[in-house]
């Protein structure tokens, strides 16, 4: 096989996809300002609602966007399918 051969079988399998969608929200406040943090409620076009679980970073924004970044790479190895 060509060196180009693995990209082409990304591209195949991406175009199989169904289109996704990521939601997500983020906000930051003063560490000790936050009481609880809730479930975020999302209305889906068949009537039916869907729960995003929230998750709390804390600690100096360099601290914050390592944490980001390593919860979206576990995010997305939970679906190895996409």
Known sequence: MGAGSGAAARRMKESDMA?????YGMRLLPADEVVSVGEAPVALKNG????????????????IETQLRLSIEAFFDFYPEI
């Not at 289109?19 to 939601?23: A, D, H, P, S």
């Not at 039916?48 to 601290?63: D, F, I, K, P």
């Open 19 to 23: 289109n996704l969608t990521l939601v």
């Open 48 to 63: 039916n609602e869907a729960h995003v679980t929230m998750h709390v970073l804390e600690g100096s924004r360099e601290q």
